[in-house]
């Protein structure tokens, strides 16, 4: 069975940081896709940030490039989420994705296992 569990949100001002942990379990020791997106009442899921486990390949959408970075614990099945430099427009509640790797870019496929999610809310 596989489980995936965000931790590390939180309320914080504008311009600070905060990381985001997602905790993976269940899925075989191959080549993943790992993202983190996020959504706030009304509006559309978007995609924030990706990563192959294999190739270390990032990708981030244009509103958080510069600002938030990816890693991981390969051994350990973690994937992180680093959001620096806040804004109140990142509020929202932030979701981590993961899949099998199957070709393509981990930017375009749709995911099969999902978290609950992890609040973010920044204030001016």
């Known amino acids: 069975q596989v489980q995936v569990v965000e931790s590390g949100g939180g309320s914080v001002q504008a311009g600070e940081s905060l990381r985001l942990t997602c905790k993976i379990s269940g899925l075989a020791s191959r080549n993943k896709c790992m993202a983190w997106f996020r959504q706030t009442p009304g509006k559309e899921r978007e995609r924030v940030a990706t990563?192959?486990?294999?190739?270390?390949?990032?990708w981030y959408a244009a509103s958080v490039e510069g600002r938030f970075s990816v890693d991981q614990d390969r051994p350990k099945n973690w994937f992180f989420l680093g959001l620096d430099s806040l804004k109140p427009e990142d509020t929202a509640m932030y979701y981590c994705a993961a899949d099998y790797y199957r070709g393509g870019r981990c930017q375009d496929i749709d995911y099969e296992y999902w978290g609950q999610g992890t609040q973010v809310t920044v204030s001016s």
């Open positions: 990563l192959n486990s294999d190739g270390y390949v990032t």
